[in-house]
């Protein structure tokens, strides 16, 4: 699908992020600030040739997704179940992975989502179809006591694209898409002691352009400047400039040209777990890069 030299930027990516997550994980224990570490791993990756393929999430107990530390955070872990879920790219080839540390007492449910990658990754290989896998992933997930994340789904990773075709799903659906020999996807089974499905909190922390127009207003479009360096990646709003801040971002929002992503958080308070890594598919088999 890609020439040998995008594969090699892919590996670098994971290689990356390998070093930047196995340096942050100890970092994540009680009293430790959350805006500490978030802006260690985006400061590792860029101190070690990578890019930033979207704000590192830190997403706590009934959260699933979509949540980075806002300006100056004084928050601080507790007991808590934590994702870490990080984003690295070279060149525009990213590699994503996550994974749970949990100081809750729930090492259960972190087991969950664990196994059901594990179990996933297993059976990878060109030509099967995302429905097995999701088949897969949702038994896996059910054999150790829990529920899926139904409405959550692992992914495609494209150039300067985290989140693209095809969808990976967590659970069996009637009809999947076959994956193809070359294809570059980021498997992540989400397993919870809730009811399985996600919904939009009310915090929105990260942002993403996702139109070229510009905005009438000179304000906003001094903030439009300063996000074209991001390109189609998603960034967050602690990295703009203050000034005047919430006004053009909503602005540029009703307009269409920026979108938010709320943090997702279980509908029923349940807690979850995240598992995820990224791989090449292969003939036969796969090559897991992060």
């Not at 997930?141 to 495609?156: A, D, M, Q, V």
């Not at 905005?215 to 000034?243: D, G, N, S």
């Not at 890594?277 to 796969?286: A, N, T």
Request: charged share 30%.
């Amino acid at each position: 699908m890609y020439d040998e030299e995008v594969y090699e930027k892919y590996r670098k990516a994971g290689e990356i992020l390998k070093e930047v997550k196995n340096e942050a994980i100890p970092m994540i224990k009680k009293e430790e600030s959350i805006l500490k570490v978030a802006e260690f791993v985006e400061k590792k990756i860029i101190e070690m040739g990578g890019g930033i393929a979207f704000p590192c999430n830190i997403a706590r107990n009934e959260e699933a997704a979509h949540s980075t530390p806002q300006r100056n955070d004084k928050r601080v872990f507790e007991d808590d179940m934590v994702k870490l879920d990080i984003g690295v790219h070279v060149d525009g080839y990213i590699a994503d992975s996550a994974i749970t540390i949990d100081l809750s007492g729930n090492s259960e449910l972190v087991r969950a989502s664990e196994e059901a990658l594990k179990a996933a990754i297993e059976i990878i290989e060109a030509g099967i179809n995302t429905s097995e896998i999701g088949d897969v992933i949702e038994t896996t997930i059910k054999s150790e006591g829990f529920r899926p994340i139904y409405n959550l789904t692992g992914h495609g990773l494209m150039r300067y694209i985290p989140h693209a075709p095809p969808p990976i799903p967590n659970r069996k659906v009637p009809q999947g898409v076959e994956l193809l020999e070359g294809v570059v996807i980021a498997i992540e089974p989400f397993a919870t002691d809730g009811v399985g499905k996600v919904v939009d909190g009310e915090k929105v922390e990260i942002f993403q352009t996702v139109s070229n127009s510009m905005a009438r207003l000179p304000m906003v479009r001094k903030l439009q400047k300063e996000l074209k360096k991001y390109e189609t990646l998603p960034y967050a709003k602690r990295w703009l400039p203050p000034e005047k801040l919430e006004f053009a971002l909503s602005n540029l929002q009703k307009l269409g040209i920026v979108r938010g992503y709320p943090v997702l958080k279980e509908v029923s308070g349940g807690l979850v777990s995240q598992a995820e890594h990224s791989l090449i598919v292969l003939d036969g088999g796969c090559e897991v890069i992060t």
